[in-house]
């Protein structure tokens, strides 16, 4: 099979929503009036953020959906992106099922594939994608206020108790196990969150690295403190020790939900955006100002802080120090 042969058998769809897709030296595409083009690119290299062998369809799927994830963040809505590849080898039983999760996240969330890059070597799978917001309505990480509440979406922490279990370290009981799994190889992008909150929001970032360092830049970007309460996370899974769950929550990855700021006179209409998405929503701390530097603090019910001990995680600390 050419380089070629490859391209038109596994990349060339038909893309709707475009001027030009894949097949030329560039895509085409038009941006509807009054929108920002909100851009965005993630890389997922073998070994690093999975394993070699690791199901080519998940793989397919998580790999358009942590770039959708970051569109959300932004209230941005979807439409575009481009798949940069690098194989080892052209392998139909893996290509086949790789371009399935991939085209079943991008139907998912109406993304048309309009073009990219095709090389041999060690695996690595990098998207670029393309949404469309209003102009000046994107929920930026330096919108927090003095006095909103901070949010968090679905049920943090999980997929990190996953790659924990994969690790060896810990044994998850059924059917936790499946839950974790499934949130870890397939996480589900909060498209419609991120676009319901453009209204009601300040400032959203998703938890790709913990919520500790992902609030943390909301923290720091906004100049404010972002107090988590203990006693208002969300409810930890009972079959997991304590410890172990509230660690995976407050710093593991690859969650994929969204943490926002908000007036606290959203509260209704977000309570109502929970139901109406069937997704929880929970109102985990607030942000307050700061003579010092932004940071993020841990308060326990009688508003002591909480010492904690990794901010999660960060591909070059270790290389660093
Ligand atoms: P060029 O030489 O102009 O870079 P290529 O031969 O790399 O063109 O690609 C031919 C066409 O196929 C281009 O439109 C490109 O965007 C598209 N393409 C290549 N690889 C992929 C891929 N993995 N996914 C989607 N489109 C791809
Ligand atoms: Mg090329």
Known sequence: MTEFDLISRYFQRPASGAVLGVGDDCALTRVSSGMELALTTDMLVAGTHFFPDADPRDLGWKTLAVNLSDLAAMGAKPRWALLALSLPAADENWLAPFVEGFFCCARKFGVDLIGGDTTRGALTLCVTAAGEVPAGAAL??????????????????????G?????????????LCRVCLKRLHTPQPRVALGLALRDHAHAAIDISD???????????????????????????????????????????GDDYELAFTASPEQRLALARIAAELDLPLW?????????????????????KIVPWHTQGYDHFREALT
């Not at 930026?140 to 108790?161: C, I, M, Q, T, Y």
């Not at 100049?223 to 997991?240: G, N, Y």
């Not at 100002?289 to 019910?301: C, G, H, M, N, S």
């Open 163 to 175: 790659l924990r279990h994969l690790r060896g370290e810990i044994e998850l009981p059924e059917p």
């Open 283 to 303: 109102r985990v701390g607030r942000m307050t100002k700061t003579d010092l530097a932004p940071r993020v603090q841990i308060l326990d019910p009688e508003g």
């Open 210 to 252: 913990g919520l500790l360092a992902d609030v943390g830049h909301i923290a720091e970007r906004s100049r404010l403190t972002a107090e988590i309460l203990l006693h208002q996370l969300p409810r930890l899974p009972d079959s997991v020790p304590r410890a172990i769950a509230l660690d995976a929550l407050l710093t593991g």
């Open 140 to 161: 930026r990480r330096d919108g927090a206020r003095a006095g909103d509440d901070l949010w968090l979406s679905g049920h943090a922490g999980l997929a990190a108790l």
